[in-house]
Structure formats: structure tokens, C-alpha cells
């Protein structure tokens, strides 16, 4: 069973262009969490999804950012008009199911670079 | 929100035990404390999972008292392999938002 699968690994983007994530979640989990790590800081939730639903996208930025977790295929984190302050690794976790024993299983995350 | 309060770096030497402990008030009451061991450029990875008292599988042990106000990570015998950062995470009692701590850089010397 493949785990959780992120690509790109590392996105260079110029300030104003878009970039886009993508998340395949392990087999059989249908709860799709992305978060945000900031050089040296620590890991900030941004959006929770479940399968074509938007679960609470509390995390994420009103302006830019949005989030789609598709019937059919991957997760899609997507940063329009790309700024500096977006530069971050970007992961994505999944989990069978939502409860009090919920386990995420974390991808190897995205490194952002806008330049 | 559930404030998570953990102590930013601790130093070892190998073979030592190692405890780590987060506090966080208000996390909510039937949702389980789950910690996180998170290597440079990987994601973070599964270490333990509790609700209450001592939970124990073959890489650690999580103390978490009775008022549930904080836990312990306890990793005995570190090796220089278990140089990482160390998150605890636990579900906001009021919002049911998960709540990531700020993470434990831990550093293992031969």
C-alpha cells in the first residue's frame, strides 16, 4: 500500500504566477488535510477536505487559495498570483476516517520557491 | 483556541532517555493526543497515539495524566537517529480544530 504521494516535490514559481499541488492520498482514506510549514516555524493547518467536500478551510488564506478534493483523482492545493511569502513546504496528510483514534499519514510534502 | 506550549530544543546523549512533554489546555474531551517525529525535508511521521494514562509500542511510551492538561513523550535509549523535531497534536475542545504544538527540535550527541 503506497503511502501518501505529493507532487511536485520542489516548485519554483516568478511572484504572480500560479502554482499548483497535488495530493494522492493512501488507498482507501478519504480524509484529505493539507498544512503549511514555514522555514524553522512549525506546521499550520490550512484546509480539511473529504472526498468533494470542503470540510473547514479555516487555515487558508481568504485571497489566492483554494482547495479541491475531486470524486475522481488528486487533491489540488492551488496558489494563484504567487507571492514571496508563499515560499513554504506544503504538506498534505490523509486518514481513513474522522475521530477521537484518527491517525494522518503525512506525503513528503511540496517545497514552494517563489522568486 | 487549545494553546500548545512545548519546550522549542532539548539536547541528549545517546542511550539516555529522553521526555518531552506538551501542555495544552482546553483540547477536547473525547479526542486522542497524537505525537509526531519529523525529519529535515520529510514529512512528519507517526510516533504514538493516547487518550489517558501510559500508552507504550515499540519506539515510545506517552504519558498523559488524569485532567488530560498535558502530555509526555518518553523515547528510551535515543540513538543519534532520532535527532528530529517533535510535535504534539491534539483537537481543540471548542472548535474541534486540529492544533499542532510548535515542536521539539531534539538533538541526540554521540
Known amino acids: 500500500n503506497a503511502g501518501v504521494m505529493q507532487n511536485p516535490r520542489h516548485l519554483v514559481r516568478r511572484r504572480g504566477q500560479e502554482a499548483r499541488l497535488r495530493c494522492s492520498p493512501m488507498k482507501g482514506h478519504s480524509h484529505v488535510y493539507w498544512y503549511r510549514q514555514l522555514p524553522e516555524e512549525g506546521l499550520k493547518f490550512m484546509v480539511y477536505l473529504q472526498k468533494e467536500n470542503i470540510i473547514d478551510e479555516s487555515g487558508m488564506p481568504k485571497e489566492r487559495f483554494s482547495a479541491e478534493f475531486p470524486k475522481e483523482g488528486p487533491s489540488i492545493l492551488r496558489i494563484q498570483q504567487v507571492v514571496r511569502g508563499d515560499s513554504a513546504a506544503y504538506f498534505c496528510a490523509s486518514s481513513p476516517r474522522r475521530g477521537r483514534e484518527e491517525t494522518q499519514y503525512f506525503g513528503p510534502g511540496t517545497r514552494l520557491l517563489v522568486l | 483556541l487549545a494553546k500548545t506550549t512545548q519546550p522549542i530544543s532539548m539536547d541528549s546523549y545517546e542511550g539516555q532517555e529522553v521526555n518531552i512533554t506538551c501542555s495544552h489546555n482546553n483540547i477536547a474531551t473525547n479526542d486522542y493526543i497524537t505525537w509526531y517525529q519529523q525529519f529535515p525535508s520529510q514529512g512528519p511521521r507517526f510516533i504514538i497515539q493516547g487518550y489517558k494514562t501510559k500508552v507504550t509500542n515499540e519506539v515510545a511510551s506517552l504519558f498523559i495524566p488524569a485532567d488530560r492538561k498535558s502530555s509526555t513523550l518518553s523515547l528510551p535509549r535515543v540513538s543519534l537517529s532520532d535527532t528530529a523535531v517533535y510535535y504534539c497534536?491534539?483537537?481543540?475542545?471548542?472548535?474541534?480544530?486540529?492544533?499542532f504544538g510548535q515542536g521539539t527540535t531534539l538533538q541526540v550527541k554521540p
Open positions: 497534536l491534539v483537537v481543540d475542545g471548542n472548535t474541534g480544530k486540529l492544533i
